[in-house]
């Protein structure tokens, strides 16, 4: 059956290993994969709803996003595997090479490749403009940002504000659960008078309500972040690299 655009687009966020979280987009009886961390549990619950994986999107090289794919592959041969061109080397098993810019459609969506280095060189992130969904993989978390493995603070600031210069409402699908510790950090940042202060706290309580709940604090929106993440509202690419210093050395 092919999928019609009149069915919704499903978007879930599978927890896997640790803290990580694989986007499982659905439409009719077709299925698309974001970071697929490790296979069994994703292959388990694609046969149990009689999905079949079309495609597989890559952020970045990193194991815990690309760790499943070869194994998806093997049991869905014709599933396509986006992933950046400039990766070809640490993700040799991609089948559609990617750019900034470039389009694609997958379940009916039309889908944008955005470059967003800085976690590492080639990381992209993928933005369904119809939906109003983006998946950012680890340049940013709830309430925070990727480590700076291979990227200047330069890019990695032109990649937050490029992502949060979206649509308010676009949901941001980010790859790890870190809201938590990201929203501990950041309140010790700010001043209790200050009124962003305010806005932390209300946040940290959202996110521990949700956990204790056993859901995820993901998506965000593109309005949360430019209303509460440190990185995001930083006012220079040093101002970034300050804060990603002082919070690399923090233990909560
Ligand atoms: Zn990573
Ligand atoms: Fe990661």
């Not at 389009?103 to 992209?124: D, N, Y």
């Not at 210069?165 to 941001?172: F, S, V, Y």
């Not at 940290?204 to 998506?219: D, T």
């Amino acid at each position: 059956m092919a999928p019609s655009p009149a069915a919704p687009l499903q978007i879930e966020a599978v927890p896997v290993l640790d803290d990580n979280y694989v986007f499982l987009l659905s439409r009719g009886s077709e299925a698309v994969l974001v970071d697929p961390a490790v296979a069994p549990p994703l292959i388990e619950r694609l046969e149990q709803r009689q999905l079949q994986l079309v495609a597989v999107l890559q952020t970045h090289h990193h194991h815990d996003h690309i760790g499943g794919t070869p194994e998806l592959q093997r049991r869905w041969p014709r599933c396509r595997v986006v992933a950046a061109a400039a990766d070809r080397s640490r993700i040799p098993f991609q089948t559609d090479p990617v750019a900034d810019g470039d389009r694609l459609s997958l379940l009916g969506e039309p889908i944008t490749v955005l470059a967003v280095p800085g976690h590492t060189r080639a990381h992209v992130a993928y933005h369904l403009p119809n939906s109003g969904d983006l998946f950012v993989g680890d340049t940013m978390f709830v309430a925070g940002c990727g480590r700076l493995f291979e990227g200047t603070p330069e890019q990695l600031w032109q990649a937050l504000q490029r992502l949060t210069a979206l649509p308010p409402d676009t949901r941001i699908w980010c790859a790890h659960e870190y809201s938590a510790a990201n929203l501990r950090w950041a309140v010790e940042q700010v001043p209790a008078a200050d009124p962003l202060r305010v806005a932390l706290d209300q946040r940290l309580q959202q996110v521990e309500q949700l956990r204790r709940q056993g859901q995820p604090s993901v998506p965000s929106t593109v309005a949360a972040e430019r209303a509460t993440n440190l990185f995001v509202r930083s006012s220079s690419p040093a101002a970034l690299a300050e804060l990603r210093r002082h919070k690399d050395h923090w233990r909560g």
